[in-house]
């Protein structure tokens, strides 16, 4: 029996890699980081699977060794941090809102500090109680804020297909959940436990579904031009963008690297990410809007925006 939950494991895990490799290759492709994010979230899941199979196959009772079982909570302790890491970002990158800078330094941190400690907690404390409540803290904590993106910003979504693909992935997380919560204890539970010796597969089986259902969508989207459609509009609109930047920056005298800063504020890019995105200091940044306003005879963003689009 534990042989053929054993092979359903690795089924499923092939699955998941499919989707990995193929959120790679889009994201070489089209260079977007929305590809990436959901690569990472995929893996961090896969992580988790890996523990869960060496669970359900008893491997630490066969191999004898604690290391062992130390190795597959450290698969966990990884799987925590990739997500805490991606998740929060995918989702953003979903419907376009830009996560600002405080919130990806918080989910960072808590990415590298929160499953080490854990680790330490667990391992070199015995206290495991803590470490556990460490473990499904950031769980409970990534998904949530996930779920509260979606929320907030579900009414914004004007394209059907990624409602569509939202709704559907929605209902599988909030049916998959309380089956994957039953999973971690129900073998401890007393008669039922001797039902599931192996556990009910509910994290190999919301691990399948997810990611059989990426792929199918992957599929739907990509056979049909909607998405080339869209690059091409975003390609149009960006020339068209890139030649009225021109007009503008030759009409009040802008320098390259003051049209590179118009440029990234007219994305609506903060101060800091205009540091990072042209490496350059926070001084440099702010002397060279004092001189794009004083040239324009703007006071503010918006007003730049505007005279980028009409600049009579």
Not at 6 to 29: E, N, Q, R
Request: overall charge positive; aromatic content about 14%; glycine content about 6%.
């Amino acid at each position: 029996m534990k042989h053929l939950i054993f092979f359903y494991h690795i089924a499923a895990f092939l699955v998941g890699m499919t989707v990995v490799i193929a959120s790679a290759a889009a994201y070489l492709k089209f260079r977007k980081p929305v590809f990436k994010n959901y690569g990472l979230f995929v893996i961090s899941l896969s992580f988790f699977m890996m523990d869960q199979t060496g669970a359900a196959y008893k491997l630490v009772s066969l191999v004898g060794d604690r290391y062992t079982d130390i190795l597959l909570k450290l698969l966990s302790a990884v799987g925590y941090a990739i997500m805490t890491y991606s998740l929060p970002r995918f989702m953003h990158d979903i419907f376009g809102d830009e996560m600002d800078e405080k919130r990806k330094d918080l989910f960072s941190i808590l990415a590298l500090v929160l499953p080490v400690s854990a680790v330490i907690l667990y391992y070199t404390m015995a206290l495991w109680v803590v470490a556990i409540l460490v473990f499904n803290g950031i769980l409970i904590g990534t998904v949530v804020y996930a779920g509260w993106v979606v929320q907030k910003n579900a009414g914004t979504l004007q394209d059907s297909t990624k409602r569509d693909i939202i709704k559907r992935f929605k209902v599988l997380t909030l049916t998959g959940i309380p089956f994957i919560l039953l999973d971690m204890v129900v073998e401890k539970m007393p008669v039922v436990g001797s039902y599931f010796p192996y556990g009910i597969f509910a994290v190999p089986t919301f691990y399948l579904l997810w990611n059989s259902l990426t792929l199918y969508y992957a599929f739907k989207y990509f056979d049909s031009d909607k998405f080339s459609s869209e690059e091409l509009k975003n390609n149009t609109s960006e020339n068209d963008g890139e030649t009225a930047m021109n007009a503008f920056a030759e009409r009040y005298g802008i320098t390259s690297r003051e049209k590179e800063v118009v440029a990234l504020i007219s994305k609506g890019l903060s101060y800091n990410r205009i540091c990072e995105e042209l490496v350059i200091s926070m001084p440099t940044v702010k002397s060279h809007v004092y001189n794009i306003y004083q040239k324009t005879g703007v006071k503010n963003r918006i007003e730049l925006i505007n005279k980028i689009k009409d600049p009579r």
